[in-house]
């Protein structure tokens, strides 16, 4: 119980592999972290960002949370963005959603979870902003649907809002910020065409349908 051994276990024969297949790969990787990406996902179990995109450790940066969502007041969540972009000088920010995400079902049902509640209220705010578009959805499946997909342009919008990428760009580094969704069912991502790259295409995310 206070040793997990097959994990240990797992992790060796893991390490192994790698070691075979590139026998100087932890060597290099731990002289360097260079990663393009920036990924802001889901704590979800089932959406490992790495094994998603077929990455290597190395290659992206991520940072992870309940719904995947950016609050200007979330500390650890903006001291990861402003490493990255400034650090580590990443190219793109992907913030990825899924279907199936049980933090929005929680928002969208309602109901009373404990402390979770508090951060719950986020997502309840675009169920509120959203809220014609939404009842005018009667299948409660696409309707949960949606509401990940709204969520998933919020994210976007208060990235680009965040005084760490408008400073970037206004200092003209080059900082993309990408929209996805994946799906659980069938492993398939599926872009949001929310991609942003300068505070002058920001206004664009209001009226996409």
Partial sequence: MRVLNHLFERNSHWAAGIKQADPDFFLKLSKQQKPEYLWIGCSDSRVPANQIVDLLPGEIFV?????????????????????????????HIIVCGHYGCGGIKAALEGGEHGLIDNWLRHIRDICRLHRA???ATADDREKFDLLC?????EQVINIC?????RNAWSSGMELAVHGWIYSIGNGILKD??????????????YAIS
């Fill in 133 to 135: 578009r939404l009842e």
């Fill in 149 to 153: 997909e709204l969520n998933v342009r």
């Fill in 192 to 205: 949001l065409d929310l991609c942003t790259t300068g505070p002058e295409e920001v206004e664009r995310l």
């Fill in 161 to 165: 809002h965040t005084t760490i990428v």
């Fill in 63 to 91: 940072h992870r949370n309940i719904a995947n969502l950016v609050i200007h007041t979330d500390l650890n969540c903006l001291s990861v963005l402003q490493y990255a972009v400034e650090v580590l000088r990443i190219r």
